[in-house]
């Protein structure tokens, strides 16, 4: 205990500083003007440890860090302009979420801060696995662009008669139902989880740069990007692909001027990818430039929806017997593998959706975007602004820390396992789908996890 309080106050004045004034903002939210204060001071606190400090720290958990800025982004949307919104069915008002929303997010990345700094997990060498004399990971890290690259042309000849954009479904879930089999859709995230191919060997030349890794990993992953975007991914897979490459190597980086200056120029190209993907999809299906433009507009506003209704409609009064029922409806999620539809996302859309929308929705097979504190806000209010990270950081900061040690250590089977765990983790934190971690993929990675952690501990 003496040891976590001192890690806890051994960060810097300016996180401190900053999260008071987040706090005071939400102490007096009732005037509008404090969300614009949040803002610039959110903004400064991750400009002041990236950028000033130079810290890794946000930059290996770059796929959490994301969170609050997708979020917060769509909530300061809701809270300072009018919209509808047309899944929750609310004119949109000054409520004070985005302070409310800013404060959590610093209290969940100062979590991070804590539990990351008791990370000291160390495994033996390497294990080498031969088949007939070949050693089978070296044989993979040598051939892996080639394999990767095979995958996904394998993968875009299935879809290519039915391309997601001339379908004229509205959803790619719906696109999915009918498209994709199921043999497909398990074994469709498997070129995200074979990056280690290309990142092992790239972290162990260590010489990391920002040109080297754009030659190193685009190629190999353009048939699956195709595949991708002739499926309907618009955002969540190619973000999942992004942080596969990205968390290990920005772990492992020299924050220097230069590496900092390439990495705002790629980020800022990123940003422009994914919104020219998502605004080709608008045209593609009628809509001009400037509603295109509008569209995008409104699919950001609706990432911070559901927690700007919450948040605008609560009371104090603790839900204990509705927390309870969602106790029960991950069970019933759990021994049902994901049919019953009532945990979760879907409790929060059964709550605070449209009852119209929800049904379409239900119907689609698709729902709400959801960042997992709007349910335990709902229910515990602002307690849940502690019991949540402290429930979900340990975990999230151990299968990181496990993934970007087992690249670096060159620990093939551990890094795949890892990051197929810490993908559905996220999953399981921000939309409830805790049942993923016993469909029998899942199930097959922890047992390689379990094994490989074994295995790396003893050595040879």
């Known amino acids: 205990m003496n040891q976590l309080i001192k890690k806890t106050f051994r960060f810097n004045i300016n996180s401190y500083i900053c999260g008071l004034i987040l706090l005071t903002c939400v102490i007096w939210s009732e005037y509008s003007i404090l969300s614009y204060i949040s803002a610039i001071t959110f903004i400064y606190y991750i400009f002041d440890t990236i950028i000033v400090k130079r810290d890794r720290l946000f930059l290996k958990y770059i796929n959490i860090v994301m969170f609050p800025v997708t979020f917060l982004i769509g909530t300061f949307i809701c809270d300072n302009f009018s919209l509808w919104l047309g899944e929750v069915k609310e004119n949109t008002f000054y409520s004070g979420a985005f302070c409310a929303l800013s404060l959590y997010y610093w209290i969940y990345l100062t979590f991070i801060k804590i539990f990351d700094s008791f990370s ?23 051939n892996g662009k080639i394999i990767i690259f095979l995958f996904g042309i394998a993968l875009f000849l299935v879809v290519i008669r039915h391309p997601f954009f001339l379908s004229g479904l509205e959803h790619r879930f719906l696109y999915s139902q009918i498209y994709i089999s199921r043999f497909l859709n398990i074994i469709r995230t498997f070129p995200i ?59 492992n980086m020299n924050l220097s001027k230069k590496t900092i200056r390439y990495f705002i120029k790629y980020a800022i190209i990123f940003f422009c990818f994914f919104s020219t993907i998502l605004i080709t999809y608008y045209m593609a299906k009628g809509n001009n430039i400037v509603s295109s433009f509008l569209l995008l ?26 927390a309870l029922m969602e106790v029960k409806y991950i069970w019933e999620s759990i021994i049902t593998d994901g049919i019953s539809k009532k945990y979760g996302i ?7 959706g449209n009852p119209a929308v929800v049904e379409l929705y239900r119907a689609q097979n698709t729902r ?26 340990p975990m999230v900061v ?26 559905v983790l996220i999953s399981s934190i ?12 899942t199930v097959f990675f922890i047992i390689i996890f379990i094994f490989s952690i074994i295995i790396y501990k003893r050595g040879n």
């Open 120 to 142: 000291k997990e160390k495994y033996k060498k390497n294990v080498v696995i031969h088949l007939n004399n070949i050693n089978i990971e070296k044989f993979a890290y040598k």
């Open 193 to 251: 989880l074979l990056s280690p191919l290309l990142t092992i060997p790239f972290l162990q030349k260590n010489n990391i740069e920002i040109k080297k890794i754009v030659n190193t990993f685009i190629f190999p992953y353009i048939p699956y990007m195709i595949f991708l975007f002739w499926t309907g991914n618009k955002f969540g897979e190619f973000w999942d692909l992004f942080c596969s490459i990205a968390i290990p190597i920005l772990a």
């Open 297 to 322: 507009g409104d699919r950001i506003a609706i990432q911070g929806e559901l927690w700007w209704k919450v948040f605008a409609f609560k009371d104090d009064s603790f839900k204990f017997q509705q």
């Open 346 to 352: 879907y409790h929060l859309m059964d709550l605070l």
């Open 368 to 393: 709400f975007s959801a960042s997992g504190i709007e349910l335990p806000f709902y229910f515990f209010g602002y307690f849940s602004f502690i019991i949540v990270p402290l429930i979900t950081t």
């Open 398 to 423: 151990g299968i990181t820390n496990i993934y970007v040690k087992a690249i670096k250590n060159g620990y093939f089977f551990l890094a795949i396992s890892s990051l197929k765990i810490l993908y």
């Open 430 to 441: 921000s939309q409830g789908d805790w049942y993923a971690f016993t469909s029998t993929s």
